[in-house]
């Protein structure tokens, strides 16, 4: 790489940044939900949502589908409460229970291996769950399961929000399955 394409990208990396940076700062503002005052996190996978929707969508609209998404599950973005930890009331405990579950019956011996190195399943999936697996995934693929989980969501049948959440843990479960040797060959957590 010639030292003008160097500066070329590094200018428009700083431009994306500065993309990023403008849309975390007006959401920052954006406290409410459902007329309560809430506190939401800068998550690693917030970050990561933001960057693959300003691949397609402008700051102004890149703001709004964030907004949105996480108006839909907005405890897996808080700081006051964490979703996956919380108490009975928690908004994904039954799921997460019935995931672990499904892991237990399915790959026995990953969950055996999560448990000898001490590490809770909820930690080892929590990235990709809220990143909404915007790493995960090519663009086509993350765009229709986005869909999927909001669509859902939005729905006023309690069968819809339902299979929504189970769009979203579905491919927390792949992408164990498609890691299992990896995890199975660990001696440490990393």
């Known amino acids: 790489m010639s030292p003008a394409d160097k500066d070329e990208y590094l200018m428009e990396a700083k431009g994306k940044m ?12 954006n406290k409410r939900n459902e007329g309560q ?22 700051e102004e609209q890149a703001f709004w589908l964030l907004n949105g998404i996480v108006r839909m599950i907005p405890r897996l973005f808080s700081t006051d409460v964490s979703c996956l930890l919380g108490g009975r009331n928690s908004v994904m405990r039954n799921e997460m229970t019935a995931f672990k579950a499904i892991l237990r019956e399915n790959l026995p011996r990953i969950c055996d291996k999560l448990h000898l190195l001490g590490l809770p399943i909820e930690f080892l999936i929590y990235d990709s769950l809220t990143s909404f697996y915007a790493n995960y995934f090519s663009s086509d693929v993350v765009l229709r399961l986005w869909d999927l989980i909001v669509f859902n969501l939005s729905n006023k049948y309690k069968v819809a929000k339902k299979r929504a959440l189970w769009y979203f843990m ?3 479960y792949w992408i164990l399955r498609e890691r299992q040797e990896d995890i199975l060959r660990a001696f440490t957590v990393e």
């Open 18 to 29: 500065r993309q990023v940076l403008r849309v975390l700062i007006l959401w920052s503002r």
């Open 37 to 58: 005052k809430v506190s939401f996190s800068y998550t690693l996978g917030l970050m990561k949502i933001l960057q693959r929707l300003l691949t397609f969508a402008d």
């Open 170 to 172: 579905a491919p927390a």
